[in-house]
Nanobody
Framework: QVQLVESGGGLVQAGGSLRLSCAASGRTFNTYAMGWFRQAPGKEREFVSAIIWSVGSTYYADSVKGRFTISRDKAKNTVYLQMNSLKPEDTALYYC????????????????WGQGTQVTVSA
């Protein structure tokens, strides 16, 4: 089992920045990828970004490319999502996920999930 705890969400004005963190614990030695997803009210959970744990390769949704940056600290078993130039449409509950051995873009690719952290961007 892998436990994931997100932090760093909050309320920010459009154009502002936030940095999300996700600390992993438990059986993390087998982690292939970690991802960030988000879910806005009334919408499906969608892929935001992912990182391949061993080599650091990164992947982004088109909607966040150039504004968000994913990174990881292997020593701390922590993945980060730096979010810049935030827009009101980025408002959502952001989830961290671990897994991704078969794929990285679908929620079903990740067996382990955090509880989520709320990001609210005001206009």
């Amino acid at each position: 089992q892998v436990q994931l705890v997100e932090s760093g969400g909050g309320l920010v004005q459009a154009g502002g920045s936030l940095r999300l963190s996700c600390a992993a614990s438990g059986r993390t030695f087998n982690t292939y990828a970690m991802g960030w997803f988000r879910q806005a009210p009334g919408k499906e959970r969608e892929f935001v970004s992912a990182i391949i744990w061993s080599v650091g390769s990164t992947y982004y949704a088109d909607s966040v490319k150039g504004r968000f940056t994913i990174s990881r600290d292997k020593a701390k078993n922590t993945v980060y999502l730096q979010m810049n130039s935030l827009k009101p449409e980025d408002t959502a509950l952001y989830y961290c996920a671990s897994g991704g051995r078969i794929g990285i873009y679908r929620t079903t690719d990740y067996p382990y999930w955090g509880q989520g952290t709320q990001v609210t961007v005001s206009a």
